[in-house]
């Protein structure tokens, strides 16, 4: 079993910073690759960005691009999203996920419970 535990979440102003974490469970941590997801109210959950087990290859999504980053720190067995440049469009609910194996944009097995951000005009 992987339990996962976003935080860092807020309201922040558009042009603003913030950085999420998501801490997870178990002993085997740097064999999963790791990815972020959001979901605004009404709207269908998007792919965010992801990480390799390795920390090697990251992907995003093309709306962040530029602006987000993600990152591991296996010792700890956390996962950051570095958010930058932040615009009102990006509010959403984030959730953290983990996939045994390689990368993916699309298929994980294990999910965080979700952090709200907020980004004001």
């Known amino acids: 079993q992987v339990q996962l535990v976003e935080s860092g979440g807020g309201l922040v102003q558009a042009g603003g910073s913030l950085r999420l974490s998501c801490a997870a469970s178990?002993?085997?941590?740097?064999?999963?690759?790791m990815g972020w997801f959001r979901q605004a109210p009404g709207k269908e959950r998007e792919f965010v960005a992801a990480i390799s087990y390795s920390g090697g290859f990251t992907k995003f999504a093309d709306s962040v691009k530029g602006r987000f980053t993600i990152s591991r720190d296996n010792a700890q067995n956390t996962v950051y999203l570095q958010m930058n440049s932040l615009k009102p469009e990006d509010t959403a609910v984030y959730y953290c996920?983990?996939?045994?194996?390689?990368?993916?944009?699309?298929?994980?097995?294990?999910w965080g419970q979700g952090t709200q951000v907020t980004v004001s005009s």
């Open positions: 178990g002993r085997t941590f740097n064999n999963y690759a």
């Open positions: 996920a983990a996939r045994y194996g390689p990368i993916s944009t699309w298929t994980y097995e294990y």
